[in-house]
């Protein structure tokens, strides 16, 4: 499985996508809310060393690889944008609790 | 002709022929050695460059959110990922101090004054402890240069003496390059993982800036004019085309440290062992003038 910024990289371009392909504004203010969010993750996970074999960081990667398929599935049109969300926030805590940047509550 | 002769006739053609082979080896590793230091020099300087991109890409994309009205302005959104994580900065210095290790090599087997011979020194000492510091910034391991190894490159440096021969120049190269080799290859692979570890991160920072260039013109397109909505677009286009070789460039950029390490790794062979074949070690100097080359291009492309 992909290290976390790798899988947050992955996230966020997915959400870029989302967001060249919306039109509904309020979706829009969820996508870059959550944009930000992740990228603030990715941008203090980048170049530091973390455990891999915790149980946190497999949850984070789980997470991840979840949302990143929800999102990805969204771009494709199988499911609604508004389906993803909820994978994609659970994996932004999932990652938060490795990463420790947030203390997450979305 | 009695067998003295011979023999004697012999033995003479033998010294002139490996005076002649020493000669010319000497030669050409100390050309070697020339052009494996320009091209690495220009390597480190062309991929700092391109971690200064990936640094303002990450800054560029923050601006675009405040400039949106998408993120609050604060001291972090003018700062770019190097500026702010050691680790990576550490990676910028190591590159600097393999640049600079490349130019003082390049300075030895040039230099033609004791001034120059003593710049060259100065700069491999420093080049070197650079490197040692840089790698224990980054990985928190020592890089084990030990003072035994710094008094070997002193000592070579120090042989040169207000001689300028070309066979002093190779035996002080011949000394350096070996010693130095296991520092160059363990943080070239380092950086090359380091590079390969995160794909995508400066594609996404790229993406980000252009999906906020996109949100801005849609919503400010009907109050333009004609010129100023082409001129818009084409810089959405311009935007895409680095979107589309952003990995492909930054891949490179980690092949070039491995490129860099398997060169120095080749000249340090082609000086230590007799039976190594030069042909080997110019193959693996093309190879790194190529990626220099290649990521100077990189480089270029993203000026226009």
């Known amino acids: ?106 | 002709m009695n067998n003295h002769d011979t023999s004697a006739r012999r033995l003479v053609l033998a010294i002139a022929v490996g005076i002649g082979v020493c000669g010319c080896a000497t030669t050409d590793q100390l050309s070697q050695a020339r052009q494996f230091s320009t091209a690495a020099a220009a390597l480190a300087t062309a991929t700092n460059q391109a971690f200064t991109e990936i640094n303002d890409a990450n800054s560029e994309y923050k601006m675009s959110e405040v400039a949106l009205g998408r993120a609050e302005l604060t001291p972090d959104t003018l700062s770019g990922v190097l500026d702010k994580n050691n680790r990576l900065k550490a990676r910028q210095d190591i590159l600097n101090a393999l640049g600079k290790y490349a130019t003082a090599l390049n300075g030895l087997a040039t230099a033609d004054t004791t001034t120059a011979i003593d710049k060259a020194a100065t700069d491999l000492s420093g080049s070197v402890s650079s490197l040692g510091s840089g790698y224990q910034t980054l990985t928190g391991h020592s890089l084990g240069v030990s003072r035994g190894d710094l008094a070997v490159i002193a000592t070579a440096v120090k042989a040169l003496g207000e001689a300028y021969a070309n066979e002093k120049r190779y035996e002080a190269i011949k000394s350096i390059v070996p010693t130095a080799d296991k520092w160059v290859q363990t943080v070239c692979a380092d950086l090359a993982s380091d590079l390969k570890s995160s794909p995508g991160t400066y594609q996404t920072d790229l993406q980000s800036k252009y999906v906020a260039d996109f949100e801005a013109y849609r919503a400010e397109q009907a109050g333009l004019s004609y010129s100023a909505k082409l001129a818009r677009l084409e810089s959405l286009r311009s935007e895409t085309r680095a979107l589309a070789v952003a990995d492909t460039s930054i891949s490179k950029v980690a092949d070039s440290a491995l490129a860099l390490a398997k060169a120095h790794g080749a000249l340090s062979s082609s000086l230590t062992r007799p039976d190594y074949k030069i042909g080997d070690l110019v193959d693996a100097i093309g190879q790194l003038q190529q990626y220099a080359t290649d990521i100077k291009t990189f480089n270029d492309s993203l000026k226009k």
């Open chain 1, 1 to 106: 499985m992909n290290d976390i910024v790798t899988l947050l990289n992955a996230i966020i371009q997915a959400i870029n996508t989302l967001l060249l392909n919306n039109t509904d504004p309020a979706v829009d203010a969820k996508l870059w809310k959550l944009r930000n969010v992740f990228t603030a993750l990715r941008d203090t996970a980048m170049g530091k060393i973390y455990d891999k074999t915790t149980g946190d960081y497999v949850a984070a990667q789980k997470g991840l690889t979840t949302a990143a398929k929800a999102a990805n599935d969204a771009i494709d049109g199988v499911n609604a944008v508004a389906t993803a969300m909820q994978p994609l926030i659970t994996a932004a805590q999932a990652a938060d609790k490795v990463i420790g940047l947030l203390n997450l509550v979305l």
